[in-house]
């Protein structure tokens, strides 16, 4: 337990600096980065952990590249998150506002809020996942490839979800 509370104060230095790294110059787009950060950062890290967790076991030292996957791990777990809060009509997640309840805050003015502050928040997770995939590029594509497959999955688990919802009748 000792060590994964050690891998979780790494990952959140890391996910400081994946966000501080990005290109983003835009006062609106640099606001949807603060709260993506601020979302990846409430997360448990467990997922990220395991994979450094696994790499130090193997390798007795924790790589670059070990962190990155790690990193890129929790962004795209975080923007399954998000889409899922929007599935599920989640308003929060980890205890505070869901990413689509957030950025309300930045289209105040909107005509029909609900749906463009979702948009928005669909947009938010498609970044965070090409940024991810991003990062993992500089690692192996295999790795993509494979960390690709395990998120279509889950993809389909969502859709599947709002499907089945559609047929069953749940008390």
Known sequence: MEELKKHRELLKKEINNFFDESLITKKED?????????????????????????HEFLSKKISEDALITAVSVEILHSAILMIDDLIDKDDTRRGKPAIHVKVRELIPNSKDLIHDANSVAQCTALIGTYYAYASLSRVNPLLIKTISEEFTKTGFAEL????????LSVD
């Open 160 to 167: 599947n979800e709002v499907i089945l919802a559609q047929k």
């Open 30 to 54: 640099v606001k949807i980065y603060e709260f993506f950060k601020e979302y990846a950062l409430r997360g448990k890290f467990i997922r990220g952990s395991l994979v450094l967790f696994v």
